[in-house]
């Protein structure tokens, strides 16, 4: 009896499911979650089987090609998920379930192009954009779609290639390429022969007193002092024996060779002392409990999400540790999720150090080959926890019992390229209901609509209120005068609290009248000393890139900006270049004003390197790091900068959002926030919860040790309310204030908003395109069981064009906004459901 598969394709294109039949040699291997090569159309791809069929829902269904890999690579829950994501953000299915496998197991279908030999001769008929393309080919011969794509980006290329296709100058053919990633085998060899035989085999290495003779003896004596295989590269170094001698060890049949493969692990030279658990305050022992008993439920199918609302260095981490580790004791799994990759050091040094050998890292900045084996050796049940950021979230453990989200307020939890674009963290929730897991979302500033949510739906929110004083031993050495008072904790023994550092906002208007017309307040330009003099730490904080924020003409007003993007290039002084951090357009500082001539053309606005500049001129003994995205760009850049200022290395560390992650520095006694408002203004419902976020996150790596701290922060809007909740450490005032803002401006979590984007190189045509479909989607909603989804727009982007292309969007508002696109085909927009950015 024939068996049918419905396999959904891992192309980008809204392809609903289809269905396969197997042929008899797969039969019995093929099973849900399973991935396979099918024919599709003209060309070969790859999909995942979601289930197994007795019938075709067709009358005629073409074969399964081939199997990918012999075991399944996602599970039932992943699929589900899957399901929901497509669902949920109106994207493929094919690149939801793309998500969850590792970088060169699965590869989407592809073309390949090269000119026709026979073409004619004549280009005169030929399109700019054509002549570019057989120029390309020319030059560059046999040329793969995604090839073209990288020479060609932010280019509509397709219709021009199939018009060349149509008029024969170019052939194309379908191509699947070959999986990227292997799994790495190593050659090892073992003592074939018994060790006391050794002595009678001698006469056969060769002659006697000869160099070979006496490696090859080397190398026997080794071996037989080894239990187990041993990788010929270890014999080789140990013995001098070549691997000709090897060979001829095995011709002799005095040893044997074999093929193991060994795990590419990104922790396996990581040296990291276990540590104990350490006592716990009575917050934290209240706060464990109660997870602890909800997780011991037998009732999973109606658990909710807990949300762990402490406030910076209140000990949230170690409530993750001893969770985790009841969850291992019961034989489950846990993914624990960081917000950046920056993070992943000091939480894998944490989580390596608790539960050594058991613990996996997945992020971007690992090798192809590290992901591919961590993700087999998860799948396998090898790994017990897996930490990252959210890609981490898709690892493919089998019996997940626990999903940890750390800080998961922070917007990198949110991908908005590429498709699809989703939510980490909504993404965890609804794949722990699936797993009947436990879910803790942490934070010291939780997102708005996520608590709304929380307090309506009646989810536990845990408080964790007091800062655990930490750090005892490792300041020793700096204590001096002016710490922070400690306040003991009764029936803790050593355990004390600290309090929060406190915060001195500074109107940078009065600096400018009193004639300061330095970066720095007086103020924080004080407190900086006092840092240097007490060889203590201080971390200076600016949302900004680079020497100058924009190059402004004095004569005329013209500032210098990207011709791609229509955005203000930024001025570096270390490469003496104009840059766009959107596109990376690059060009010399002019000399003149493009638009007047005028030579009064200068820099103006501050970012990171003038911070650094600017301390090193007040501050010549200071040692200065600066962190950000332009000094983090290699590998382990973001480890070697964080390890140079926790040993001390430097006294100021300079940098961007970054400071505001979760970084446990215990010398750091002052934080200062150099422009405090920036991105306060921005035409976003989120600017002033973002503000806000920041400013907390960053006051709270000061005073984490008894050395205590204070903040400083400098604005030009002190009496706005998120910079004064701020300088109080106030999250309940500012959640209060906030939602009624919402709660009147119609906003989430009070409705649901999708977003639409188009991009075209042509302004009239993006404008028209815009109009147009405003007017399509007018139309839906009048068909729609949501009549009441309000449109607004079409209207340019806030940065209105980006990349060489204007940019227009239009907004859905209502309760369930996606609703009215789905279905529904609406070309090359890109749609964003729950946008974290309306920007």
Same mark, same amino acid.
């Given at each position: 009896?024939?068996?049918?598969?419905?396999?959904?394709?891992?192309?980008?294109?809204?392809?609903?499911?289809?269905?396969?039949?197997?042929?008899?040699?797969?039969?019995?291997?093929?099973?849900?979650?399973?991935?396979?090569?099918?024919?599709?159309?003209?060309?070969?791809?790859?999909?995942?089987?979601?289930?197994?069929?007795?019938?075709?829902?067709?009358?005629?269904?073409?074969?399964?090609?081939?199997?990918?890999?012999?075991?399944?690579?996602?599970?039932?829950?992943?699929?589900?998920? %899957? +399901?929901?994501?497509?669902? @949920?953000? /109106? !994207? &493929? #299915?094919?690149?939801? *379930?793309?998500?969850? =496998?590792?970088?060169?197991?699965?590869?989407?279908?592809?073309?390949?192009?090269?000119?026709?030999? %026979? +073409?004619?001769?004549?280009? @005169?008929? /030929? !399109? &700019? #954009?054509?002549?570019? *393309?057989?120029?390309? =080919?020319?030059?560059?011969?046999?040329?793969?779609?995604?090839?073209?794509?990288?020479?060609?980006?932010?280019?509509?290329?397709?219709?021009?290639?199939?018009?060349?296709?149509?008029?024969?100058?170019?052939?194309?053919?379908?191509?699947?390429?070959?999986?990227?990633?292997?799994?790495?085998?190593?050659?090892?060899?073992?003592?074939?022969?018994?060790?006391?035989?050794?002595?009678?085999?001698?006469?056969?290495?060769?002659?006697?007193?000869?160099?070979?003779?006496?490696?090859?003896?080397?190398?026997?004596?080794?071996?037989?002092?080894?239990?187990?295989?041993?990788?010929?590269?270890?014999?080789?170094?140990?013995?001098?024996?070549?691997?000709?001698?090897?060979?001829?060890?095995?011709?002799?049949?005095l040893i044997a060779f074999q093929s193991v493969q060994t795990w590419r692990d990104p922790l396996a030279e990581l040296n990291i002392e276990a540590l104990p658990p350490p006592l716990l305050t009575n917050d934290q022992q209240r706060v464990l409990q109660t997870i602890l008993s909800d997780l011991s439920s037998p009732n999973n199918s109606n658990r909710k999400p807990i949300l762990l609302h402490g406030i910076t260095g209140s000990g949230k981490?170690?409530?993750?540790?001893?969770?985790?580790?009841?969850?291992?004791?019961?034989?489950?799994?846990?993914?624990?999720?960081?917000?950046?990759?920056?993070?992943?050091?000091?939480?894998?040094?944490?989580?390596?150090?608790r539960f050594p050998g058991r613990v996996g890292v997945i992020h971007s900045r690992l090798s192809a080959g590290e992901r591919y084996d961590t993700w087999q050796r998860a799948r396998a049940g090898l790994l017990r926890v897996i930490v990252g950021p959210r890609s981490a979230l898709f690892a493919p453990l089998p019996n997940i019992g626990l999903l940890v989200v750390d800080e998961f307020h922070d917007p990198s939890y949110y991908q908005s390229?590429?498709?699809?674009?989703?939510?980490?963290?909504?993404?965890?929730?609804?794949?722990?209901?699936?797993?009947?897991?436990?879910?803790?979302?942490?934070?010291?500033?939780?997102?708005?609509?996520?608590?709304?949510?929380?307090?309506?739906?009646?989810?536990?929110?845990?408080?964790?209120?007091?800062?655990?004083?930490?750090?005892?031993?490792?300041?020793?050495?700096?204590?001096?005068?002016?710490?922070?008072?400690?306040?003991?904790?009764?029936?803790?023994?050593?355990?004390?609290?600290?309090?929060?550092?406190?915060?001195?906002?500074?109107?940078?208007?009065?600096?400018?009248?009193?004639?300061?017309?330095?970066?720095?307040?007086?103020?924080?330009?004080?407190?900086?000393?006092?840092?240097?003099?007490?060889?203590?730490?201080?971390?200076?904080?600016?949302?900004?890139?680079?020497?100058?924020?924009?190059?402004?003409?004095?004569?005329?007003?013209?500032?210098?900006?990207?011709?791609?993007?229509?955005?203000?290039?930024?001025?570096?002084?270390?490469?003496?270049?104009?840059?766009?951090?959107?596109?990376?357009?690059?060009?010399?500082?002019?000399?003149?004003?493009?638009?007047?001539?005028?030579?009064?053309?200068?820099?103006?606005?501050?970012?990171?390197?003038?911070?650094?500049?600017?301390?090193?001129?007040?501050?010549?003994?200071?040692?200065?790091?600066?962190?950000?995205?332009?000094?983090?760009?290699?590998?382990?850049?973001?480890?070697?900068?964080?390890?140079?200022?926790?040993?001390?290395?430097?006294?100021?560390?300079?940098?961007?959002?970054?400071?505001?992650?979760?970084?446990?520095?215990?010398?750091?006694?002052?934080?200062?926030?150099?422009?405090?408002?920036?991105?306060?203004?921005?035409?976003?419902?989120?600017?002033?919860?973002?503000?806000?976020?920041?400013?907390?996150?960053?006051?709270?790596?000061?005073?984490?040790?008894?050395?205590?701290?204070?903040?400083?922060?400098?604005?030009?809007?002190?009496?706005?309310?998120?910079?004064?909740?701020?300088?109080?450490?106030?999250?309940?005032?500012?959640?209060?204030?906030?939602?009624?803002?919402?709660?009147?401006?119609?906003?989430?979590?009070?409705?649901?908003?999708?977003?639409?984007?188009?991009?075209?190189?042509?302004?009239?045509?993006?404008?028209?395109?815009?109009?147009?479909?405003?007017?399509?989607?007018?139309?839906?909603?009048?068909?729609?069981?949501?009549?009441?989804?309000?449109?607004?727009?079409?209207?340019?982007?806030?940065?209105?064009?980006?990349?060489?292309?204007?940019?227009?969007?239009?907004?859905?508002?209502?309760?369930?906004?996606?609703?009215?696109?789905?279905?529904?085909?609406w070309g090359d927009w890109r749609v964003e459901v729950d946008p974290y950015s309306l920007l």
């Open positions: 009896m024939t068996q049918f598969v419905e396999v959904a394709a891992l192309i980008p294109g809204r392809l609903n499911p289809l269905d396969y039949h197997l042929p008899a040699v797969l039969e019995g291997k093929v099973q849900a979650g399973s991935l396979v090569v099918v024919p599709l159309g003209g060309q070969r791809v790859q999909g995942v089987v979601l289930r197994c069929l007795n019938q075709s829902s067709v009358p005629e269904t073409r074969p399964v090609e081939s199997l990918v890999d012999d075991s399944p690579v996602l599970t039932g829950a992943q699929i589900e998920l %899957a +399901r929901w994501l497509s669902h @949920e953000t /109106l !994207s &493929p #299915l094919g690149v939801c *379930l793309d998500l969850m =496998l590792p970088p060169g197991l699965a590869q989407t279908a592809d073309v390949l192009v090269r000119l026709n030999p %026979a +073409r004619s001769a004549e280009q @005169e008929r /030929l !399109s &700019p #954009l054509q002549k570019r *393309l057989v120029q390309l =080919l020319s030059e560059r011969g046999e040329l793969r779609g995604r090839q073209i794509e990288a020479a060609f980006r932010r280019v509509n290329w397709k219709p021009a290639l199939q018009g060349l296709i149509r008029r024969g100058w170019v052939v194309s053919q379908p191509y699947l390429a070959q999986t990227g990633v292997r799994p790495r085998i190593e050659r090892m060899a073992r003592l074939a022969i018994a060790v006391e035989e050794i002595a009678q085999a001698e006469e056969l290495l060769g002659r006697a007193g000869s160099p070979a003779r006496e490696r090859r003896k080397k190398a026997l004596q080794f071996l037989a002092n080894e239990q187990q295989p041993v990788a010929v590269h270890w014999i080789t170094a140990a013995s001098g024996a070549s691997l000709e001698d090897l060979k001829k060890l095995e011709t002799l049949g981490t170690e409530i993750y540790l001893q969770t985790v580790q009841h969850i291992l004791e019961q034989g489950k799994q846990a993914i624990v999720l960081v917000p950046e990759i920056a993070l992943t050091p000091q939480t894998i040094q944490r989580f390596q150090g390229e590429p498709t699809p674009v989703y939510h980490a963290v909504r993404a965890a929730i609804r794949y722990a209901e699936i797993l009947g897991a436990g879910v803790i979302l942490g934070s010291a500033t939780p997102e708005i609509g996520l608590m709304y949510q929380a307090r309506r739906a009646g989810w536990r929110v845990l408080e964790m209120p007091q800062r655990i004083m930490a750090h005892r031993q490792a300041v020793q050495p700096f204590m001096t005068g002016g710490h922070s008072s400690l306040l003991p904790v009764e029936g803790e023994g050593e355990t004390a609290f600290l309090p929060l550092p406190p915060v001195e906002v500074v109107d940078m208007r009065q600096e400018l009248k009193a004639g300061n017309r330095s970066m720095f307040s007086r103020a924080l330009q004080r407190a900086l000393g006092e840092v240097l003099e007490r060889n203590q730490q201080a971390i200076l904080y600016l949302n900004r890139l680079g020497s100058a924020t924009y190059v402004f003409c004095r004569d005329c007003g013209a500032s210098v900006r990207c011709p791609r993007c229509d955005r203000s290039l930024t001025y570096h002084e270390s490469s003496h270049l104009l840059i766009c951090h959107t596109c990376n357009y690059r060009r010399q500082m002019p000399r003149t004003c493009p638009q007047c001539g005028s030579s009064h053309i200068r820099q103006f606005g501050a970012g990171t390197e003038k911070v650094e500049q600017e301390v090193h001129q007040h501050f010549p003994q200071a040692k200065v790091l600066r962190w950000d995205s332009q000094t983090t760009r290699r590998k382990g850049a973001h480890e070697a900068i964080l390890e140079t200022f926790a040993e001390g290395k430097a006294n100021i560390l300079v940098g961007t959002q970054i400071l505001a992650k979760g970084l446990d520095l215990p010398r750091v006694t002052l934080v200062g926030a150099v422009l405090a408002d920036a991105g306060l203004n921005l035409d976003d419902f989120r600017a002033a919860e973002r503000t806000f976020q920041l400013l907390m996150q960053v006051a709270g790596r000061a005073g984490r040790s008894p050395l205590g701290g204070r903040v400083i922060l400098q604005t030009f809007q002190p009496e706005h309310y998120a910079i004064q909740a701020a300088s109080r450490h106030d999250y309940a005032g500012f959640y209060q204030y906030e939602i009624e803002q919402r709660r009147k401006m119609g906003y989430p979590p009070f409705a649901r908003l999708v977003r639409m984007e188009y991009r075209h190189s042509n302004a009239k045509v993006a404008e028209t395109t815009a109009q147009e479909m405003a007017q399509r989607v007018a139309d839906w909603i009048m068909l729609s069981s949501y009549p009441q989804t309000e449109i607004i727009g079409p209207v340019p982007c806030f940065f209105a064009k980006e990349g060489g292309q204007y940019r227009w969007q239009i907004i859905l508002r209502g309760m369930d906004p996606a609703s009215v696109l789905r279905g529904k085909d």
